[in-house]
Every structure is written in C-alpha cells, then in structure tokens.
C-alpha cells in the first residue's frame, strides 16, 4: 500500500501544473495519505484483534469442554448416568415434582458387613467397599439401571425410570445374576489384598412409585417414594449371600424365562397379608445367564460341635438361650439340631460350646433356610456373619471329618 502511493506522490510532482496547484493537489494527496494510513492501521489491528479473538475463543472453547467433561465427570459420581443426561437435555426436569411410574425396584445389601468392620481398620473397610462397589456399578451400568443411592454397603437400584422400559423385570433379574456372579471378582480381590471375602443379597420387586425431584429449592435429589420401595428392603432381608429374590410382581413381569428354585410364603413386617417370594437361579430367553457357584455337600461330622442359640426377632435379641448342636457342615452351611422347631427364615445368634472362653465369646450368625428333619428338630441354616476364628475352627472340623 505505501508503495502505491509513493508513486502516486511522484506522479503528481511530475505534472504539467502550476505551483498552486500542485501544492493543492500535494496537500490533498497527504489528507488522503493520511487516510489510509490510518485504515491501513485500524484494518491491521483488526486483522490481529480477529486473530487474537479467534485464539481466545478456540481456547475458550477447549476450556469449556474440559470444564463440561470434570463437570459430567463430577456428578456422575453422585447422580446416575440417565438422571445427569435427563438434566442436561431437559434443566427444567430440575423442578421439584414427580410422577406415577412403573418401576421394577432392587436392593442389595452385603451379609455380615456390620460386624465384619468392626475388625477390620477403618481405610481397609473404605477400600473393601470401594472395590466391591467398582465391580457392581459396571454391571449395573451395563444394563442400564438407575442407581439411586448408595446407602453404606447397601445399592438401590432402578429399572424403568427416568427412561421408560419395557423389559425392566427381565432386566433387572439379569443383572442381579451378573452381581452375584461377579463377587467371585471382588473376592478374588479381597484375598489378594489380604482382605476377608464377601457375601452380598438381592431382592427384587415390581411396583408403582412416585419418581421425580424431592426436596426443597436448596437442595434435591431425584428419588423414588412408595411402599413399594419399604417391600423391596424387606424381600432382601429373607436373602442370604449369593441368593436373590423376587417378588409375586416381578415373576409375572418377567415371564416364564424364569428359572426358581425356590417359593415361600412371608409375611414382612407392616404388611397385612403373606407375601410369596421366589428364590431365583437363572434366566433364559436372550439373557441365558444362571448363578454360579452354589454351595458345595454338606459334610457329615465326625463329632458333632456343640452350640448355643438364640433367636432373633428384628433387631431384638432373644432372651432366652438354648443348647444345639452342629452336625454336618460346609463353607457356607450347616445342619443344626435345635431345641425345638423354628420357623423357616429365623435368624439364629449361636456361640461355640465345649470350647475355650474366648472362642465361646464369639458371636455368629446365620438363617434358617430348611427344615430337614433328619435328626429331630434339624435345620439347615445359611451363615450370614461368621469371624474367621470360627471359620478356622469349623474348617479344622472339616478336613477331619473329609479325610
């Protein structure tokens, strides 16, 4: 551009004209050097100012993905994957309120882990749990439930909201075999780590609730409120490890791809009639998925271990203590003879007799899951929490009586 108007200068010196005229046209010339001199310059800072912007934006623009990603990373460790996605999609799906949905319910609750962390270090009890939870939100995830809370070693899970779900039940049954069957991972964890193994429950129901946003403008949290989710804690309550029950409404939400194993009559506290529950062991159709690892023979005593018993009712211990004794054993079961009957699903507080006073001290739990009559009042019970000073005692007794 100078060098255009640098010849255009030399031009108007070289014409034929009058001095006058000249000079008229020179100081024109240098008003409109001037001129464009200046939007030469206002042109160049604009040229640097877009490209500058263009930068800025560009960066802007790279630190507002970063920023979305830490966000969506940071609430997806608290909201599920489906609420986070529903929010960002819809902000008004914010508001407080809810709605009738059904909905296919799970809880999962870890057999024994009370009194398991009560020996254990507090950081040990963290990572025991972190690990555990690592393997089972994959699975969840996987088929697409709604985690809803994380209640200590406790999962409620959702299938059929926020997203609707037309194969909820057979959903959600397939990805409690999952879990079950990937504790086998999480143990195999634990005792790497010189951790003690684990045991988790599942119970499942079909009900309808009310989903949505509950709370105040200051803080809300979306959930899921009905009796329906009162039922779902309490089906899981009758569970032992590795088992997972399901209610009446879930059967017939899943059809007959349904393997049970087991049905029986409870009456859960706050209800007024028998709930009928079904212990199940697999699931056909295009899930064909089946539990893994069931418990192996019972093994009949060489000498029968002496105990003493007493009954739970609730959280409520029983007063009176009764004398029984073990008669065949495994890793996770035992044939009782009791004092006299008891009702299937009783949960039994039993010390060791016949032993030193700090054994005998040792508390150890376990459910009444069969009667099987064949010595006497003789249960088969489920152990749900048992300190590895009786398990090394029972496993002594064990290889005794196999060899």
Known sequence: MNTDLDKLKDIIEQMNIVNDEKDVALQLFGKIEKE?????????????????LSTLLSHTSEDLEKSSELIKKMFGRYLSTEVMNSLLDDPSALELGGEKRKVTIMM????????????????????????????????????????NEIIGDALLVIFGAPQEMSDRAGRAIACAIEMQNAM???????????LPELEMGIGLNETEVIVGNIGSSKRSKYAVVGSGVNMTSRIESYSVGGQILISESVRQEAGEILRIDAQRDVLPKGAETPLRIYEV???????????????PTLVALIREIPLRYKVLAGKDVG?????????????????????????????????????????????????????????????????????????????????????
């Not at 697999?282 to 069931?294: C, D, F, T, V």
């Open 108 to 147: 999962t609750d870890l057999r024994g882990f009370t009194a398991l962390s009560e020996r254990l270090k507090p950081e040990q009890v963290v990572q025991m749990l972190n690990s555990y939870f690592d393997v089972m939100v994959d699975v969840v995830l996987q088929y697409n439930g709604t985690i």
């Open 281 to 295: 062991g697999g699931i056909a159709g295009h899930y064909n998925l089946a539990l893994e690892g069931k418990d």
């Open 319 to 403: 007063k009176k203590e009764l004398e029984g004794s073990l008669v065949r054993l495994s890793k996770n079961c035992a044939e009782i003879t009791l004092a006299g009957p008891v009702s299937i699903l009783t949960n039994l507080r039993m010390n060791l007799g016949d032993v030193d006073e700090k054994l005998s001290a040792r508390d150890f739990y376990g459910k009444v899951i069969e009667h099987s009559g064949k010595k006497g009042p003789t249960q088969l019970i489920r152990f749900t929490s048992v300190p590895p000073e009786i398990d090394a005692y029972f496993q002594a007794h064990l290889q005794i009586s196999s060899s």
């Open 36 to 52: 464009f001199k200046t939007l030469n310059f206002r042109l160049e800072r604009a040229v640097k100012e877009k490209n500058t």
């Open 184 to 194: 086998a991972k999480v143990n195999d964890q634990n005792r790497a780590q010189g």
